[in-house]
Nanobody, 124 residues
Framework: QVQLVESGGGLVQAGGSLRLSCAAS????????MGWFRQAPGKEREFVAE????????YYSDSAKGRFTISRYNAKNTVYLQMNSLKPEDTAVYYC?????????????????WGQGTQVTVSS
C-alpha cells in the first residue's frame, strides 16, 4: 500500500495562493488515480480534485474549478494542488488520497490510501 505525506499548508490571506504537495512512498504513484479532499470543522469530507494516472485528465469540484489546479510528477512520486484566489471558505484540512479505480470517481470511499492531512487557513 502506498504511504502519502502532505505538506505546504499554512495561513494565507484571502486572495493569496498556496501549493500543496503529496509525496508518495512504498509504491509508485503512477499506479494510482490521485485525489485531493478537504474537511472543514463540523463538516463532512468533500472532494476537491482528481487526476488520472497519466495526468492527462483532471476533475474538480465546482468550488475548485478555475482556482485550483491538480498535477502530478510521477518521476518524483509527487502530486500537487496549486490553489489560487483563496477564500476564507477554503479553510480546511486538505488530504491527499490514492485510488486503484480505473475511471474517475470523485468519491472518498473509492480511495484506499490517505495522508495525514495539512491545514489550510485563509483569513479574511
Amino acid at each position: 500500500q502506498v504511504q502519502l505525506v502532505e505538506s505546504g499548508g499554512g495561513l494565507v490571506q484571502a486572495g493569496g495562493s498556496l501549493r500543496l504537495s503529496c509525496a508518495a512512498s512504498g509504491r509508485t504513484v503512477s499506479d494510482y488515480r490521485m485525489g485531493w479532499f478537504r474537511q472543514a470543522p463540523g463538516k463532512e469530507r468533500e472532494f476537491v480534485a482528481e487526476i488520472s494516472r497519466s495526468g492527462g485528465s483532471t476533475y474538480y469540484s465546482d468550488s475548485a474549478k478555475g482556482r485550483f489546479t491538480i498535477s502530478r510528477y510521477n518521476a518524483k512520486n509527487t502530486v500537487y494542488l496549486q490553489m489560487n484566489s483563496l477564500k476564507p471558505e477554503d479553510t480546511a484540512v486538505y488530504y491527499c488520497a490514492a485510488s486503484y479505480k480505473l475511471v474517475v470517481t470523485m468519491t472518498s470511499s473509492d480511495f484506499g490510501s490517505w495522508g495525514q492531512g495539512t491545514q489550510v487557513t485563509v483569513s479574511s
